[in-house]
Each structure stands twice: as C-alpha cells, then as structure tokens.
C-alpha cells in the first residue's frame, strides 16, 4: 500500500475530511430542530426523506466494507494497483452511520408530527422497492465468483442514482408551492460546505500521491460532491432568490395549497 508522501498535505486531507463530516453531519440538524419548533413537517417533502434513506444506507455499505474488509480491499488494490491508497476515510464511514441514523430519525418526526395531506408518492415507493430488489439480485450475482468490489461499486451507484433524484420531489415541492417555509435551508448551506471540502480532500489526496485514481477509482464520492454542490445552489436560488421568505400562516392545517401532495 502506498503512503502519504507529504505531511501538511495529509493534515490537510484529514482537516478536510472532518470538516466535511462536521458539515454534512450538523446538514441533518436543522431540519429537525425546525420540525420539533413546528411540530409539523408540512412542506419538508416525505419522497426526499424515504429516498435519502435508501441512499445514505447504500453509500453506508460501500463506505464500511471498502473501509473495514481486507478481502475487498485486496480485490481493489489488483484492479487500480498495489500503490494506491483506499479511497474511503474514516470521516466517510462516521457520516454514513450519522446520516442513516439522522434520516430515520427524521422520517419519526413525519409519523408523530402534523403533516397535513402530505404523503409519500407511490413513485418513491416503487423506486426504492426497485432499487433494493435489484441490489439483492446484484449480491446473488457476486456470490459465486466473491465479486465484493464489484458488489459494493453497485451500492455506490445506487447511492448516486438516489442523490440525483432525492433532490427532485422538494426542488418540486418549492416550485409548486412558490416558497421554502417549512423547509431548511440551513442544511442546504452545511450541505454545500460538506461537498466543496470533501471535494477538496479527494484533491489532497490525488496532489500527495500524483494520481488521480482516486477520484475515479470512488466516482460515487466524486460525484456525490459534484451533484450535491449543483442542486444546493439550485435550493439556495430558490430560497433566497425566487421564493424569499413570507411570514407563515398560523393555521397551517386550512392551507390546502400547501399540503398538496407531490403526486
């Protein structure tokens, strides 16, 4: 295995690194202080919550197995070579745990909360149905030959497919409403901040070692930070730009427009 060739760039991959964790980690709490302040989570959209679980749990699998099974590290030392470093940090497999536990918490705050007419669509359900029966197939593919590279390579495509459509239903759901209120954008910012660090400490990395392996030896992390970064400008035009804050009504529950389900 190849090692760090210069120590402030390896500090700096590790400031990064955390600081990307920290960031992505604090994206989760805003939303849920906002729910617990409301006691409603009527204009958070339910299909980005089931969706954002499927995809922080698929990037959950790539990021512990990659990072904890010497097998599957082996397999991906003989497909890149023997030099380069595994392309998952400790930071990485400390935000997925947070993540899953943060947006299960959240989806409890849906079951216990006023959420007006709001519900998941029954195209979120089949997306997720979908995606999960066809990792199970993938895993009975890999048995036979132990493909574990190649099987956790499809949990990291999964976790990219999810983080492009998550966004969609409450891009929408702004859209459709003309406004963010009930809505974050405070995880928006830390989530914009996690993706241009996490960029950056890919960067480190490739510098110290004159490769750029890695960013495509883990594209699902390369393009996590790229599709992240784009759609929390989209939501940051929105908030700030098209849909500026307006005071709230106080009866949340006779505003049939905006507890109007996505599908």
Same mark, same amino acid.
């Given at each position: ?7 402030p ?8 690194g ?6 992505w +980690?604090? +994206?989760?709490? &805003?939303?849920? @202080?906002l ?7 009527v #204009? ?5 919550? !089931? ?7 698929? %990037? ?5 197995v990659?990072?904890?099974? =010497? ?9 890149? #070579? *023997?030099?380069e ?5 400790a930071?990485?497999v400390?935000? *997925?745990?947070?993540?899953?536990l943060?947006?299960?918490?959240t989806?409890?705050?849906v079951? @216990?909360y ?7 669509s029954?195209?979120?359900f $089949?997306?997720?149905?979908a !995606?999960?029966?066809?990792a199970? !197939? ?5 048995l =036979? ?7 956790? *390579? ?9 983080t492009?459509?998550k966004?969609? &239903?409450?891009?929408i759901?702004?859209? $459709?409403r003309? *406004?963010t209120v ?5 995880n928006i ?7 241009l $660090?996490n %960029?950056?400490q890919?960067?480190m990395?490739s510098?110290d ?15 996590l930070?790229?599709?992240s970064?784009f ?5 940051i035009?929105?908030? /700030?730009l098209? /849909? &500026? /804050?307006?005071k709230?009504? =106080?009866?949340l529950?006779?505003d049939?427009?905006? $507890?109007?389900p996505l599908?």
């Amino acid at each position: 295995m190849s090692s760090w060739n210069s120590f402030p760039l390896e500090i700096s991959y590790q400031v990064l690194g955390w600081i990307a964790f920290f960031s992505w +980690s604090f +994206s989760f709490y &805003p939303q849920v @202080i906002l729910n617990f302040r409301r006691k409603s989570v009527v #204009g958070l959209n339910f299909d980005f919550l !089931v969706l954002n679980l499927t995809k922080h749990s698929s %990037y959950l699998i790539y990021n512990a197995v990659l990072f904890f099974s =010497p097998t599957v590290q082996k397999q991906y030392h003989e497909k890149y #070579g *023997s030099n380069e470093m595994i392309p998952v940090a400790a930071n990485d497999v400390a935000f *997925s745990i947070h993540a899953v536990l943060l947006t299960a918490f959240t989806l409890f705050q849906v079951i @216990i909360y006023e959420r007006g007419s709001q519900r998941v669509s029954k195209i979120s359900f $089949t997306i997720t149905f979908a !995606v999960w029966v066809s990792a199970a !197939v993938c895993v009975f593919v890999a048995l =036979p030959s132990q493909s574990w590279l190649w099987l956790i *390579s499809v949990f990291n495509t999964i976790q990219v497919i999810m983080t492009v459509i998550k966004y969609i &239903p409450q891009a929408i759901l702004n859209f $459709t409403r003309k *406004s963010t209120v009930g809505w974050s954008i405070g995880n928006i910012l830390l989530d914009l901040l996690g993706g241009l $660090t996490n %960029y950056g400490q890919m960067a480190m990395q490739s510098i110290d070692q004159g490769s750029w392996v890695n960013f495509y030896g883990n594209i699902g992390k390369t393009l996590l930070s790229l599709v992240s970064i784009f759609f929390d400008l989209l939501f940051i035009v929105q908030h /700030y730009l098209l /849909y &500026p /804050y307006k005071k709230e009504k =106080p009866i949340l529950e006779d505003d049939n427009e905006s $507890t109007a389900p996505l599908v």
